[in-house]
């Protein structure tokens, strides 16, 4: 019946989310799915009490009275809405009214048990986080295969006992669980792009008819497909008004991942509408590219290099985001070329840039080795000024040509010498060498100044 469907699906839909289980009333209220409604309003008096004069409770979990109150209600009300709890909790091990064959509620509880395991990894994945979502995918195909776990749901039906609930809600039950327990899957799957493509293996994994993994993930895409459809022809009203910067943005933040996630639920490969909406949010992206190198500095411009420079690192960034959007191999090829002409500018431009910093004077060769101090210390060891010790000049430390200039220099020196040592050695004359005069002539002394000394001859009988 269409309102034990609509009941069930709704309650079911309620407990959708990152953890089917932390809203589960059974495990709010620490109860075994199989009480009666008896022992629940005992239960019910006992935790309310508790909760209301703070002591303590045997619940395991901290839980306010509201919550508490909200979670009885729901037991001992419309039994088409426990039927989903209990399906999402642990049955507990036989015997019991049921009748089943302990086999299945050990595999349902394992499979219980192993989602949630799979569920707290969700906060900090790794690489084993896939191999613990197919493990829980390997337990609830156990748990649903066969008929143990349509004849636990026939049997609870009947000892429930209410005109309202019938033998329908179990098509609704293994319809709409695998949709509860693959929402948080596909939550990881959009948050960590790395992991897509192994969980998405396990999605399509997951046990259920074929028909319905399709429609229930075909379900999921319609309100995807459609956010992310409404969100581009924002981009594009943006980009149509010239405001092509916020228009990338868009496409970056609330359009890419949309895309990456009707991916993950519709590949495009076997989906067209997919691969056509993450063709339209390529394209757009090139065409931002476009537009920011159009609107850049012309390159024979020098002082607009750096603005061009880094309007083209923004399109090669718009154009590599927009690659792993594009589904159209055509597409793709068109922005690769793009990209590499892009990549090709930003290399001369750099090498521009370098050339234009060096400084107009090349700095001084370093001294060679053999030049070197031999004193300097290591470097980082002395705080002090370092100090070179003076020492006489070498033969090796002069320049080619001074050795010439010193050996002629030693020769003058050495002529002069030579020179003044030979005048020296010659003998001089004096008074007491001149020759004796002739006869009828006398030498008379004659005063001169102090500066010279000499004799004059004067005329016989005459002093002079």
Request: hydrophobic share 45%; net charge neutral.
């Amino acid at each position: 019946m269409g309102w034990v469907v609509d009941v069930t699906a709704a309650r079911l839909r309620e407990l959708t989310g990152p953890d089917p289980y932390r809203d589960n009333a059974f495990r709010l209220v620490n109860m075994a799915t199989d009480a009666d409604r008896r022992s629940l309003r005992d239960r019910r008096r006992v935790v309310l009490a508790a909760l209301a004069a703070g002591a303590d409770t045997d619940l395991g979990h901290p839980l306010d009275a509201d919550r508490a109150r909200a979670a009885f209600d729901l037991l001992l009300g419309d039994p088409r809405r426990r039927i989903a709890d209990e399906a999402l909790w642990l049955w507990g091990t036989p015997p019991g009214a049921c009748g089943c064959d302990p086999e299945v509620h050990a595999a349902h509880d394992a499979a219980v048990s192993a989602h949630r395991f799979a569920l707290g990894e969700c906060e900090t994945p790794g690489t084993s986080t896939a191999v613990h979502w197919r493990e829980a995918a390997r337990s609830w195909d156990a748990a649903l295969r066969g008929d143990g776990f349509a004849g636990h749901i026939r049997h609870r039906v009947l000892t429930l006992d209410d005109p309202r609930l019938d033998e329908s809600v179990l098509g609704v039950l293994l319809d709409e669980l695998p949709l509860v327990l693959v929402k948080p899957l596909l939550a990881l799957i959009v948050s960590h792009p790395g992991l897509q493509q192994d969980l998405y293996d396990v999605v399509h994994d997951w046990p259920m008819p074929p028909g319905v993994r399709e429609r229930l993930l075909g379900e999921l895409a319609v309100p995807v497909r459609d956010e992310a459809s409404a969100a581009l022809d924002a981009a594009y009203e943006l980009f149509e008004l010239g405001d092509f910067r916020t228009a990338a943005q868009r496409v970056d933040t609330l359009i890419g991942p949309a895309v990456r996630q009707l991916e993950a639920l519709l590949p495009a490969a076997r989906h067209p509408r997919t691969g056509v909406v993450r063709d339209r949010a390529a394209a757009l992206l090139g065409k931002c590219a476009q537009r920011i190198v159009a609107r850049s500095p012309g390159a024979q411009q020098v002082s607009g290099l750096p603005q061009r420079r880094d309007n083209l690192g923004q399109a090669a960034r718009w154009l590599r985001a927009a690659l792993e959007l594009a589904a159209d191999p055509g597409g793709a090829e068109t922005l690769r070329a793009q990209l590499a002409g892009i990549d090709i500018e930003l290399t001369e431009i750099g090498r521009t840039l370098d050339r234009l910093a060096m400084p107009a004077h090349p700095m001084p060769l370093a001294t060679e080795p053999s030049r070197r101090p031999s004193t300097l210390p290591p470097v980082g060891r002395q705080r002090g000024p370092v100090v070179v010790a003076r020492r006489w000049p070498r033969v090796t430390d002069l320049s080619p040509v001074r050795p010439a200039m010193v050996i002629v220099g030693l020769t003058v020196i050495l002529g002069f010498s030579i020179l003044l040592f030979a005048r020296c050695a010659a003998p001089q004359s004096d008074h007491r060498s001149l020759p004796t005069p002739p006869a009828g002539r006398s030498v008379t002394r004659v005063a001169v100044p102090d500066q010279a000394t000499g004799y004059a001859a004067a005329a016989p009988g005459r002093a002079s």
